[in-house]
């Protein structure tokens, strides 16, 4: 069986052979001093990876909790932003720091204290949830929501959590509070869709690998698809997200950028991720009407897709212009699908057995009998 080593060993191995696009491959012009508030999570040991083998040199800040192999020298500072501890920053100096796990945004304004005038540029990772609305396409100059509490910098991780709404309000307040700390000529925003791909906690994606992989036979041989085909998704792989990200730092690329993939009809991504599993699935498309009836979710309960109609129209339209022309690249669907099934297979049988996202085989039956029965 792989083994969470040997799936890391591949996964750097393969870093260079990944990225595509001449951008992707030029050689940074000088080594950087990059300071990784996070670097474990979902996107955080890419970015040091593949900084890393660019040859810049790294420190991440966190709790300590999740220790990585890396493959290289990667000094780790202790902290804890949730309580103010940030003293093992103080006095020191970056060309960069990357922000990844901020929602709360006293955590900005508290890096902020310690950190502006010790850094160049500062990378803030958001999320394309900051936006009021998502019933037409839009880029980054539409309207974010705004927040509706009383005061942003008292909110915690207990607040959001009882009220999800929050999430991208305060997002959107710390974004706003990265560039009155940092100035707007030094503060990347960049604003990820779904991310998905290996280490993909959520099965928000993997479902659909997983699904179609069907592995053990758990399913039928018919596979429940929502909608007709046409509506879009988007999404992008969390390795394409790092590198990028890490990309923007060397060229010290700043602004606002909407960073997730280019819209791709639902029948389409299906294709591509039953290519990367090497799947032949039989598909049965289900309108959404009876998926509203029926009260299947869209996003958790059908993965990736939202219907591209009312209120969601615009949610797998957001322009992506700005983020291309700063060198966002993309390695094929096929390609993350396979790897994603891959690193799923190494998680312990009993993450195995019931995916966190998606139908179940059981619920999934039932709506295709019932479907078939009224046609």
């Given at each position: 069986?792989?083994?969470?080593?040997?799936?890391?060993?591949?996964?750097?191995?393969?870093?260079?052979?990944?990225?595509?696009?001449?951008?992707?491959?030029?050689?940074?012009?000088?080594?950087?001093?990059?300071?990784?508030?996070?670097?474990?999570?979902?996107?955080?040991?890419?970015?040091?990876?593949?900084?890393?083998?660019?040859?810049?040199?790294v420190t991440i800040f966190n709790r300590g909790k999740q220790k990585e192999d890396w493959p290289g020298h990667v000094e780790e500072l202790l902290g804890d932003r949730n309580t103010g501890d940030l003293k093992s920053l103080e006095g020191r100096e970056w060309d960069v720091c990357i922000d990844n796990p901020t929602t709360l945004p006293f955590w900005v304004r508290d890096?902020?204290?310690?950190?502006?005038?010790?850094?160049?540029?500062?990378?803030?990772?958001?999320?394309?949830?900051?936006?009021?609305?998502?019933?037409?396409?839009?880029?980054?100059?539409?309207?974010?929501?705004?927040?509706?509490?009383?005061?942003?910098?008292?909110?915690?991780?207990?607040?959001?959590?009882?009220?999800?709404?929050?999430?991208?309000?305060?997002?959107?307040?710390?974004?706003?509070?990265?560039?009155?700390?940092?100035?707007?000529?030094?503060?990347?925003?960049?604003?990820?869709?779904?991310?998905?791909?290996?280490?993909?906690?959520?099965?928000?994606?993997?479902?659909?690998?997983?699904?179609?992989?069907?592995?053990?036979?758990?399913?039928?041989?018919?596979?429940?698809?929502?909608?007709?085909?046409?509506?879009?998704?988007?999404?992008?792989?969390?390795?394409?997200?790092?590198?990028?990200?890490?990309?923007?730092?060397?060229?010290?690329?700043?602004?606002?950028?909407?960073?997730?993939?280019?819209?791709?009809?639902?029948?389409?991504?299906?294709?591509?991720?039953?290519?990367?599993?090497?799947?032949?699935p039989k598909l049965t498309w289900v309108s959404t009407k009876f998926l509203d009836d029926h009260k299947v979710h869209a996003w958790s309960d059908q993965p990736v897709w939202v219907p591209n109609q009312g209120e969601t129209a615009g949610f797998h339209h957001r322009s992506i212009a700005r983020a291309l022309k700063a060198g966002l690249t993309y390695r094929p669907l096929?390609?993350?699908?396979?790897?994603?099934?891959?690193?799923?297979?190494?998680?312990?049988?009993?993450?195995?057995?019931?995916?966190?996202?998606?139908?179940?085989?059981?619920?999934?039956?039932?709506?295709?009998?019932?479907?078939?029965?009224?046609?």
């Amino acid at each position: 069986m792989t083994t969470r080593r040997d799936y890391l060993a591949l996964s750097a191995a393969g870093l260079a052979l990944a990225a595509s696009g001449a951008r992707a491959a030029d050689k940074p012009r000088k080594t950087l001093k990059i300071l990784i508030l996070g670097g474990t999570g979902f996107i955080g040991p890419n970015q040091v990876r593949y900084a890393l083998s660019r040859g810049h040199e790294v420190t991440i800040f966190n709790r300590g909790k999740q220790k990585e192999d890396w493959p290289g020298h990667v000094e780790e500072l202790l902290g804890d932003r949730n309580t103010g501890d940030l003293k093992s920053l103080e006095g020191r100096e970056w060309d960069v720091c990357i922000d990844n796990p901020t929602t709360l945004p006293f955590w900005v304004r508290d890096a902020a204290k310690v950190l502006k005038g010790k850094v160049r540029q500062y990378i803030f990772v958001s999320t394309i949830s900051v936006y009021a609305a998502n019933d037409k396409p839009a880029d980054e100059t539409a309207a974010t929501d705004p927040y509706k509490g009383a005061d942003p910098m008292a909110e915690t991780q207990a607040t959001v959590a009882k009220n999800p709404a929050l999430y991208g309000q305060l997002k959107a307040v710390s974004e706003a509070e990265a560039r009155k700390a940092f100035g707007e000529a030094a503060t990347t925003v960049v604003r990820p869709g779904l991310i998905v791909g290996p280490g993909d906690e959520t099965d928000r994606f993997s479902y659909w690998p997983v699904r179609l992989a069907n592995p053990g036979g758990k399913w039928g041989p018919e596979v429940l698809a929502p909608g007709d085909g046409t509506d879009p998704v988007q999404f992008i792989d969390a390795r394409d997200l790092a590198e990028w990200i890490v990309r923007l730092a060397e060229t010290g690329a700043t602004g606002t950028f909407n960073g997730t993939g280019k819209p791709v009809a639902m029948k389409a991504f299906l294709s591509g991720v039953a290519a990367g599993v090497h799947a032949e699935p039989k598909l049965t498309w289900v309108s959404t009407k009876f998926l509203d009836d029926h009260k299947v979710h869209a996003w958790s309960d059908q993965p990736v897709w939202v219907p591209n109609q009312g209120e969601t129209a615009g949610f797998h339209h957001r322009s992506i212009a700005r983020a291309l022309k700063a060198g966002l690249t993309y390695r094929p669907l096929p390609l993350t699908a396979g790897d994603t099934l891959a690193w799923f297979k190494t998680q312990p049988a009993e993450r195995q057995a019931k995916l966190r996202s998606g139908l179940t085989p059981e619920r999934e039956t039932a709506l295709l009998a019932q479907w078939k029965a009224q046609a």
